[in-house]
């Protein structure tokens, strides 16, 4: 039985098709060759334990490869972080925040919807940091389920934890580890919990992130620190 080759045509007609299933919309915009590289950290940041197959997710083992291109690769001059993200685990949030404020080359985030929770230290992570308008940011203590916690070693060791999160907060950001801890102890900011919701210009005015803005804004700014490195 021999395979017929679908015609120009055919084949056009099976990529609109796929577009529309895939995106939602027939056609999409060609992208223009770039030596920026966008990194995307949606949903919920997966570690060691694998989440359940609803949740939407960013897979560390997939953003960890991608920095290391991004360092290798000449032709990428910069780096622009996109987040959206309810937190997940720590310590694979830290690997990626760690790793990205390690690069030699310049870097933006864009804080889009939220930056929650773990998601904190990385939009801090990079050379210059924007939220939207609308943004919001949660910074709370390090918690398992909300349980009393009745082994002293688990306690320290959460608190350990606890404390490398405020650190690289406070060596990264324009906030000091007084007031970034002062915020996540707050009560009364969040309903039958401890800690604190930023909106927009109050991240800003806190000293956590740099700038309100969007996507003109963040790519406008790390092309200004492209240029600012090569020249």
Not at 77 to 83: F, S
Not at 210 to 221: C, E, H, P, R, S
């Amino acid at each position: 039985m021999t395979r017929t080759t679908p015609s120009g045509n055919e084949q056009k007609q099976q990529n609109q098709l796929s577009n529309i299933q895939q995106m939602g919309q027939s056609t999409l915009p060609a992208p223009a060759p770039s030596d920026i590289h966008i990194l995307n950290i949606i949903g919920q940041v997966e570690g060691h334990v694998v989440l359940p197959p609803q949740n939407k997710t960013t897979k560390y083992e997939h953003i960890l490869p991608q920095l290391a291109a991004v360092e290798q690769n000449d032709s990428i001059k910069g780096l622009l972080v996109i987040l959206n993200t309810v937190g997940g685990d720590v310590e694979a949030g830290l690997a990626i925040a760690e790793m990205i404020k390690s690069l030699s080359k310049p870097t933006v985030s864009l804080v889009l919807g939220g930056g929650h929770s773990i998601g904190v230290p990385i939009a801090v992570s990079t050379t210059y940091s924007i939220i939207a308008e609308t943004a919001t940011m949660t910074i709370h203590p390090i918690r398992l389920t909300g349980l009393v916690i009745g082994v002293p070693q688990t306690y320290e060791y959460l608190d350990k934890m606890q404390e490398r999160v405020v650190e690289f907060v406070y060596r990264n950001a324009r906030i000091s580890r007084k007031d970034f801890r002062q915020l996540m102890f707050q009560t009364g900011e969040l309903a039958r919990d401890i800690g604190t919701v930023l909106v927009g210009k109050h991240a800003v005015s806190a000293g956590l992130i740099d700038a309100v803005g969007g996507m003109g804004t963040a790519i406008q700014k790390l092309k200004s620190l492209i240029d600012g490195q090569v020249n």
